[in-house]
């Protein structure tokens, strides 16, 4: 159980283009979903915080109009990184808690590896 | 701010032999820590955690210590083995929130 699927593994765009992340909890409903940049060998940095329905809540310094983040269901939430740049490359990871385990636990998707030329 | 310390950042092991890992977490409100093992390019596993009533946790190979008073919490791995070798972030959080504060990491390597 408590199973989160993330899509693309990985893509590579050119700079200007925008990207779209896919996150789903496969068989809990995820009332809350989180989004992570990590960068190579440094630890997982929340970027925003995203209740079903709701707008996300962003961390301070990350640009809600650059990476726009949208929960319309218990199952799927997507993170579009607009007019991608290099220093965009990153490694994203969703997360996802509800009805699954404690409220609290996150399980975390596999990652989206950004690259962008 | 909200901030988790976590010590050391690197770590060497010969296999069998025990490994600790050490948090510090600054949020008082802070109730629940949980502990996630990272493969390279893979995603964080939750390996076991504990909750603020709790002193301490084991499972099997892996137990977690809590000092409320202190504000500290410990990860300790026994007999490890090389497939334990990974990076391993600690984690902070206060209900309501389920926001989690991470720790920096720390590598482990268990030398065979």
């Known amino acids: 159980g408590a199973v989160v699927s993330q899509h693309p593994s990985w893509v590579i765009c050119k700079s200007g283009t925008s990207v779209k992340i896919e996150c789903r909890s496969l068989d809990f409903q995820a009332t809350t979903m989180f989004w992570y940049r990590q960068f190579p060998k440094q630890s997982l940095m929340l970027m925003a915080t995203s209740n079903e329905g709701s707008k996300a809540t962003y961390e301070q310094g990350v640009e809600k109009d650059k990476f726009l983040i949208n929960h319309a269901s218990l199952t799927l939430s997507t993170l579009t990184v607009t007019s991608a740049h290099p220093e965009d490359s990153s490694f994203y990871i969703c997360?996802?808690?509800?009805?699954?385990?404690?409220?609290?636990?996150?399980?975390f998707g596999p990652g989206t590896r950004l690259t962008v030329l | 701010g909200e901030n988790v310390e976590q010590h050391p950042s690197t770590l060497s092991v010969q296999e069998g032999d025990s490994a600790v890992i050490k948090c510090t977490y600054s949020d008082s409100a802070s109730n629940y820590f949980p502990w996630y093992k990272q493969e390279l390019g893979k995603r964080p596993q939750l390996i076991i955690d504990i909750r603020s009533n709790v002193g301490e946790k084991k499972d099997q190979r892996i137990a977690v210590t809590l000092n409320k008073t202190a504000k500290h919490f410990s990860l300790h791995i026994t007999e490890t083995q090389p497939e334990d070798s990974a990076v391993y972030f600690c984690?902070?959080?206060?209900?309501?929130?389920?926001?989690?504060?991470f720790g920096t990491g720390t590598r482990l390597k268990v030398l065979a």
């Open positions: 984690a902070a959080s206060t209900s309501g929130t389920y926001k989690y504060i």
């Open positions: 997360s996802a808690s509800g009805t699954s385990g404690s409220g609290d636990t996150q399980y």
